[in-house]
């Protein structure tokens, strides 16, 4: 039976909802979009990439024909997506939605994407080639210990389980000669002020979180996530080393490589997706400046987005 439509925005400011994978986010904003003449913008650093469904739980062909998606299937595995070409793809897709009188839904869990639309990004080097290449052959250890050395700032925030961002902070501080702590930039473009943004993020009790994780991660593989890597592989998926950082894929990689049998890499798989989530959780408490609802098991999506508006 379909529900009542929820009462209407009173503008069509975006909406920012946020929180670790498997939380629910993606289910909520689909019915509040679905109730409110709203459009989703996925904020997820892997789902912009082709190919990569099953395993980023990209929302499925079903729930974009009930609301339109942007930012989904934007680039090949061969190439490169970083925070600026986010910015740009989410702010052409914001104006587009609201210049249609409908809402942008921001939905996702990259911290960095999310900060770098709402805050900006600093007017950072671009990536050299030659030093990058250096950078990716050393020993994560080595560039956490230079970035401790030469920016303690940045050292203490930085995700030290993402080698991509601690080689981007080690290379700026090397081409610039300064702290990249400290490169700030003025937004040059109309930017979401603090008092015109709703920014939620969700969370769960630990256990329920853990259980729901367990959960889509055996889904995935009953849906075909190893035979959905194999396929990639062969479309370059090994050479980008971007999408290799997706949880999920480098496992299964590694078990088509031999390195260990399906059943721990299943078990792998979910001990990464938990880590990750309260990586998530993390990041959004120190960074996020967004207001926190914490789900229980028994809420559904209808009724948490009734709640946004009570």
Not at 32 to 61: C, F, H, N
Request: aromatic share 6%; hydrophobic share 40%.
């Amino acid at each position: 039976m379909a529900q009542p439509p929820l009462p209407a925005a009173s503008s069509p400011l975006p909406i920012f909802i946020a929180g670790p994978t498997a939380v629910g986010k993606s289910a909520i904003a689909l019915t509040l979009a679905e109730r409110m003449g709203g459009e989703i913008i996925s904020v997820d650093s892997m789902q912009v990439y082709r190919g990569l469904d099953i395993g980023t739980a990209k929302p499925s062909s079903a729930e974009r024909g009930r609301v339109p998606h942007h930012l989904l299937d934007v680039c090949d595995l061969h190439e490169a997506f970083d925070a600026a070409q986010f910015i740009q793809g989410a702010q052409g897709a914001a104006a587009d939605i609201q210049s249609r009188g409908k809402v942008p839904i921001f939905c996702g869990g990259t911290g960095l994407y999310f900060k770098a639309f709402l805050d900006g990004i600093g007017e950072a080097p671009a990536a050299d080639e030659t030093l990058r290449a250096e950078l990716e052959a050393a020993p994560i250890t080595a560039l956490l210990q230079e970035l401790c050395e030469r920016d303690p700032e940045a050292y203490g925030k930085i995700d030290k389980q993402n080698p991509r961002r601690v080689i981007r902070a080690v290379e700026v501080i090397r081409l610039t000669g300064k702290k990249f702590s400290e490169q700030r930039a003025a937004w040059t473009t109309q930017r979401v002020g603090a008092t015109e943004r709703k920014f939620i993020c969700f969370q769960r009790p630990a256990e329920d979180l853990h259980r729901r994780i367990n959960i889509r991660v055996d889904e995935m593989f009953q849906c075909g996530l190893v035979e959905e890597t194999r396929g990639l592989l062969q479309r370059g998926l090994a050479e980008n080393r971007f999408a290799m950082q997706a949880i999920g894929y480098r496992q299964v990689v590694e078990h088509l490589r031999g390195e260990r049998p399906l059943a721990e890499t299943i078990e792998l798989v979910k001990i990464r997706t938990r880590q990750f989530a309260k990586r998530q959780l993390t990041w959004f408490r120190r960074h996020g400046n967004c207001e926190w609802i914490e789900l229980k098991p028994e809420d559904s999506p209808h009724d948490t987005a009734a709640r946004l508006f009570q």
